[in-house]
């Protein structure tokens, strides 16, 4: 439902739907500092069967991760499953499915801001448009499943080697 309007505690206005979720933990940021928070966050494994995994390689932190980020106020998951992925690739999901909840994914960034994320992972096996990265990553790379990176972000090893051993056993994605 966009053009409607959200609630920003921290500012006590409201805003615009679509106005990014960075403003708001920015304002919080500015009254809590660095302590932790809570947040959610749509994260997406872009599956290619000719083509392996997409990753993107980290600006922050230099460790690769699949794409996504924190939800905006007021967004469903879904929603932000499909911003995330075309702000940090250029595509669009076309064929997208729910694989699974993981909470208490705790990040510290370098910056020291710490987050406590529950992480709405998603399968997707169909994309359109021209791949490219934003400035959150400096390398987007599709990896095979027997040839993936060395340092892929640690919050996000679990559920990727939970889909590899599905496609593996040949139960689903091929």
């Known amino acids: 439902m966009a053009g409607y309007m959200v609630y920003n ?6 805003t615009a739907k679509g106005d990014l979720q960075m403003s708001y933990i ?12 809570m947040a959610a966050a749509a994260v997406c494994i872009l599956y ?3 083509k392996g995994l997409l990753f993107e390689k980290r600006t922050d932190t230099g460790e690769w991760c699949v794409p996504g980020g924190a939800l905006e106020l007021g967004e469903e998951p ?5 911003r995330e992925v075309k702000e940090e690739t250029n595509l669009d999901i076309t064929e997208y499915e729910f694989f699974k909840v993981k909470a208490n994914v705790h990040l510290v960034y370098p910056n020291t801001d710490e987050v406590y994320y529950t992480d709405f992972v998603y399968i997707a096996t169909g994309y359109s448009g021209e791949l490219r990265h934003d400035g959150e990553s400096v390398d987007l790379k599709w990896f095979g499943i027997d040839s993936l990176p060395d340092n ?4 996000q090893t679990e559920y ?5 051993k599905i496609i593996r056993a040949g139960e689903a994605y091929e």
């Open 160 to 164: 990727i080697e939970e889909f590899i």
């Open 78 to 82: 879904e929603e932000g499953l499909l």
């Open 48 to 50: 290619d069967k000719d």
């Open 152 to 155: 892929i972000m640690p919050t």
């Open 26 to 37: 920015s304002d919080l940021r500015e009254l809590i500092g660095h302590r932790p928070i």
């Open 9 to 14: 505690p921290c500012i006590n206005e409201y």
